[in-house]
C-alpha cells in the first residue's frame, strides 16, 4: 500500500491545512469529470482516500503509529469493504450537498427553588451561557459582503465519485467531498467574529415562570431556549430541572404541608389560639383543642400548595408536640403536686394500641 504522505506529496509534518491544499490541487487534475481516464481513476481514489485519514486527526494519529492496514479487525475491516463496494450503504446514491445550518444542540441546567416559590409558583430572571446568533455574519460564517464559493472539487455536488476494482467489477461509489466537507461551498473569508461557525457564546438572561407544585426533578421544557445551530441553524430547545430546597419549619406530602407545633402542656390541657406565620407572607390562626395529644394532627384546609397544572390547594397539617417542662419553680412544682392529688386514679399504663393514617407522619415528625 502507498505511503499516504507520498501520495498527497506532502511532508510528515505537513500541517493540515498544507495536506488540505495538496488534495485539492490533485483532486482538480485527477476528478473524473476532468481526467476520465482509469489510471486518473484509481489515483484520485487514492488520493482520496489518504486525505480521508490523514485530514481526521485521530485516524493520522493512528496511521502514523502503523494502524492503517487493511485487514477485518478495525480501519479497513469488514465494514470498509461494504463501504468500498456501496458507498457506506447498500445503494449508496448521491443525495447533493449538505446544508451548512444545522439544528442547535438541548440544554439542561439546574436551578435550586425555596418552597415558598412552590406554593403559589414565582416569576424569575434566568442567566444561561449559551450559543447565539453571530451579529456580524448574521449566521452565514462569512465576512460582510462576502459569500461562499463553489468547491472547485466537486462542483458544488458536495460528494465525489470513486471508481474501484470489486469482485463485481468497476463499481462507481459517490463520497462526500473532502475539499468542502459535503458542503459543495466554501467559505473562503471567514467571518472573524465567530470564525466562520455562524454563532458565538454569550450569556443571555431569559425569563421564567416557576410553575406551583413542582417537585425536586420536575423538568420544564422551552422549546427554542437552547443553543442556536451551526450556521444559523434553529436553536435547540432548554429544559430546566427544579430541586426544591429544604425549609426548616415546612416539609410536604404531595400538595401538603407539613409542620411540626409545640404546645405547652398548659395549653395541651386548657386549649389555645395561635397566629402562626405561614408560607403564603400572612398569618394563619390554628386553634388548639383543649386535652390536645401529642402526635394529633390539626388540619387547616386549603392552606398547602396549589398543586401542578391546578388552582386547588392542599391541606396544611400540623403535628402538635406537647412540650413538658423540665425546670420548674418551687410553687410550680408544688401547684402541679395539688393537681396530682386531686387525678389520683390517673397513673402511668399500657394504652390500646392505634395504627391510623398519620402513623408515617407522626414517625417522620419525631423520628430520632
Do not use: W
Not at 462507481?172 to 468542502?180: A, E, L, Q, Y
Not at 410536604?252 to 404546645?263: A, M, W
Amino acid at each position: 500500500m502507498a505511503d499516504h504522505y507520498e501520495v498527497l506529496g506532502v511532508s510528515r509534518e505537513a500541517t493540515p491545512e498544507e495536506i488540505k491544499k495538496a488534495y485539492r490541487k490533485l483532486a482538480r487534475q485527477l476528478h473524473p469529470d476532468v481526467n476520465p481516464s482509469e489510471e486518473a481513476a484509481e489515483r484520485f481514489k487514492d488520493v482520496t482516500h489518504a486525505y480521508d485519514v490523514l485530514s481526521d486527526a485521530e485516524q493520522r494519529a493512528r496511521y502514523d503509529r502503523g494502524g492503517d492496514q487493511p485487514g477485518f479487525g478495525g480501519a479497513g475491516g469488514f465494514g470498509d469493504i461494504f463501504e468500498t463496494f456501496f458507498g457506506g450503504g447498500f445503494g449508496g446514491g448521491s443525495q447533493g450537498p449538505r446544508s451548512r445550518a444545522e439544528r442547535g444542540e438541548d440544554a439542561l441546567i439546574r436551578i435550586d427553588v425555596p418552597l415558598e416559590e412552590v406554593v403559589f409558583g414565582a416569576k424569575r430572571d434566568i442567566t444561561i451561557n449559551t450559543a447565539v446568533l453571530c451579529n456580524t455574519c448574521d449566521g452565514s460564517g462569512c465576512q460582510p459582503d462576502t459569500s461562499p464559493v463553489t468547491c472547485d472539487v466537486c462542483h458544488g455536488q458536495g460528494q465525489v465519485q470513486r471508481q474501484v476494482r470489486s469482485l463485481f467489477g468497476n463499481v462507481v461509489t459517490m463520497h462526500p467531498c473532502g475539499s468542502c466537507s459535503g458542503y459543495g461551498t466554501i467559505i473562503e473569508h471567514p467571518c472573524t467574529s465567530c470564525a466562520g461557525k455562524g454563532r458565538v457564546r454569550e450569556r443571555r438572561e431569559l425569563p421564567l415562570d416557576i410553575p406551583s407544585g413542582i417537585e425536586t426533578g420536575t423538568r420544564m421544557q422551552m422549546r427554542g431556549g437552547g443553543e442556536v445551530g451551526p450556521g444559523g441553524g434553529p436553536n435547540g430547545d432548554l429544559f430546566i430541572e427544579f430541586r426544591v430546597t429544604h425549609h426548616d419549619i415546612f416539609s410536604r406530602d404531595g400538595d401538603d404541608l407539613l409542620s411540626t407545633l409545640q404546645v405547652a402542656m398548659t395549653d395541651a390541657v386548657l386549649g389555645a389560639e395561635v397566629s402562626l406565620d405561614s408560607l403564603d407572607g400572612d398569618k394563619v390562626e390554628v386553634e388548639v383543642p383543649a386535652g390536645v395529644q401529642s402526635g394529633d394532627i390539626i388540619t387547616v384546609r386549603g392552606r398547602g400548595i396549589q398543586g401542578l397544572q391546578t388552582t386547588n390547594r392542599g391541606d396544611l397539617k400540623i403535628a402538635v408536640q406537647v412540650v413538658t417542662p423540665s425546670k420548674l419553680s418551687k410553687r410550680e412544682k408544688d401547684l402541679v403536686r395539688q393537681l396530682a392529688a386531686l387525678r389520683k386514679d390517673e397513673h402511668p399504663h399500657f394504652g390500646e394500641f392505634h395504627q391510623g393514617f398519620f402513623g408515617k407522619i407522626r414517625d417522620r415528625f419525631f423520628k430520632n
